[in-house]
Every structure is written in structure tokens, then in C-alpha cells.
């Protein structure tokens, strides 16, 4: 079993700055990956941030500059620092982590998702 859990969504003004987590837990084998993506109302999830095994980072155009994903790889933790924030910003927020899990005598990877957070940000 695995789990992904987001975590430090909430209200802010715009201007104003807000980090979540996000935490994998359970039989991991493998992370190749974590990142963020979002949801707008009515439209479908797009990518925000990611991070990879590596270390290498790839952003949304709407986020650069003011969005920061970094990683804690003995925690399995990923975090969005998210500072300047606009209306537009305002989504429900979403961690992604392809894992690897031992079964069935090999590595299975697929994408583990959290609840959702939501981050509200107001004019």
C-alpha cells in the first residue's frame, strides 16, 4: 500500500506566499518522481512543478520565477514554495508521485495521487 499525502493549502492575499507538502509513505521501492499539478474549476489538471530522481525541475511558464519545488528524498517529501501569489493562482492543488512497489517478484511503477489541497488566494 501506498500513500500521498498533501498537506498547507489554505487562504492568502494576493502578495502573499504559501508552502505545501507532500509525503509518500508506505512499500516504496522506487520514487522517479514527484510534482505538483492543479485544477481549475471545469478543466482538467495540468502540471505546475515537478521534480525527478535527479534532481532536475521543470515549471509551468504561469509559475516561474514565483513557484519553488524542492525535495527531501529521505523523507519522501516534496514541497511547493509558492510566493507572489495571484486570483489566478486560486486552485485545488494536487501531488504526483510515480513510485515503484515490489510485486509479484519485479518493479511496478505507476502514479500515486493525494486528496487535493485547496489554495484560495484572494484580490
Known amino acids: 500500500q501506498v500513500q500521498v499525502v498533501e498537506s498547507g493549502g489554505g487562504l492568502v492575499q494576493a502578495g502573499g506566499s504559501l508552502r505545501l507538502s507532500c509525503a509518500a509513505s508506505?512499500?516504496?521501492?522506487?520514487?522517479?518522481?514527484m510534482g505538483w499539478y492543479r485544477q481549475f474549476p471545469g478543466q482538467q489538471r495540468e502540471l505546475v512543478a515537478a521534480?525527478?530522481?535527479?534532481?532536475?525541475?521543470n515549471y509551468a511558464d504561469s509559475v516561474k520565477g514565483r513557484f519553488t519545488i524542492s525535495s527531501d528524498n529521505a523523507k519522501n517529501t516534496v514541497y511547493l514554495q509558492m510566493n507572489s501569489l495571484k486570483p489566478e493562482d486560486t486552485a485545488v492543488y494536487y501531488c504526483?508521485?510515480?513510485?515503484?512497489?515490489?510485486?509479484?517478484?519485479?518493479?511496478?511503477?505507476?502514479?500515486?495521487w493525494g486528496q487535493g489541497t485547496q489554495v484560495t488566494v484572494s484580490s
Open positions: 504526483n508521485a510515480r513510485i515503484g512497489t515490489f510485486q509479484a517478484m519485479r518493479v511496478q511503477i505507476r502514479d500515486y
Open positions: 508506505g512499500s516504496i521501492f522506487s520514487i522517479n518522481g
Open positions: 521534480i525527478d530522481s535527479g534532481g532536475s525541475r
